[in-house]
T-cell receptor, first 116, second 113 residues
Framework: GAVVSQHPSRVICKSGTSVKIECRSLDFQATTMFWYRQFPKQSLMLMATSNEGSKATYEQGVEKDKFLINHASLTLSTLTVTSAHPEDSSFYIC????????????FGQGTRLTVV | QQQVKQSPQSLIVQKGGISIINCAYENTAFDYFPWYQQFPGKGPALLIAIRPDVSEKKEGRFTISFNKSAKQFSLHIMDSQPGDSATYFCAASVNSGYSTLTFGKGTMLLVSP
């Protein structure tokens, strides 16, 4: 299967600072990438969908100014959590699709963000 | 409105037994139904997926049964092993590269030795 690499796997940051999470498709071109947030023992909550070269589409209730998503190339998408606060602490997961009729989504390993 | 309902929330099965997880969906436009396995602290990994043109798909010890008229699908894990202990998510989407997955709430499976 295709590989999606997410970095870092864990990050601790101070309240008020920003943190960037990278998501890379290593062996395929990802026309669409997705960012999820997952709370302990809960399901994945879709935050936003991004297509290469265009603005991300955010789900209702997700602050686009706080969670900045950039999908600058067909192999890289980044999620920047700006002015992070303890309530932003969570597990963030990206996934990527090739596009077209290929519906299989490949997931990254996830990033555990802790804001102190 | 939860579009994919998953049950049970948790499941304990003895080693060698059969684990069964069920999902029901509402949106008749869904035509891709994957199951994901997630270990603690890791991202989900695709286990097996089915499209509505078949009623069953088997890969090794994992089988998906699909009932289009009832809008239900289930995952069966045969000869369950302790290494299968994980959280399992069913999902559904429309057949398009740009469509999003709608996930069930997950089932925590524990296979006792």
């Amino acid at each position: 299967g295709a590989v999606v690499s997410q970095h870092p796997s864990r990050v601790i940051c101070k309240s008020g600072t920003s943190v960037k999470i990278e998501c890379r498709s290593l062996d395929f071109q990802a026309t669409t990438m997705f960012w999820y947030r997952q709370f302990p023992k809960q399901s994945l909550m879709l935050m936003a969908t991004s297509n290469e070269g265009s603005k991300a589409t955010y789900e209702q209730g997700v602050e686009k100014d706080k969670f900045l998503i950039n999908h600058a190339s067909l192999t890289l998408s980044t999620l920047t959590v700006t002015s992070a606060h303890p309530e932003d602490s969570s597990f963030y997961i990206c996934s990527a699709k090739r596009g077209g009729l290929d519906t299989e989504a490949f997931f990254g390993q996830g990033t555990r963000l802790t804001v102190v | 409105q939860q579009q994919v309902k998953q049950s049970p929330q948790s499941l304990i099965v003895q080693k060698g037994g059969i684990s069964i997880i069920n999902c029901a969906y509402e949106n008749t436009a869904f035509d891709y139904f994957p199951w994901y396995q997630q270990f603690p602290g890791k991202g989900p990994a695709l286990l097996i997926a089915i499209r509505p043109d078949v009623s069953e798909k088997k890969e090794g010890r994992f089988t998906i049964s699909f009932n289009k008229s009832a809008k239900q699908f289930s995952l069966h894990i045969m000869d369950s092993q302790p290494g299968d202990s994980a959280t399992y998510f069913c999902a559904a989407s429309v057949n398009s590269g740009y469509s999003t997955l709608t996930f069930g709430k997950g089932t925590m499976l524990l296979v006792s030795p």
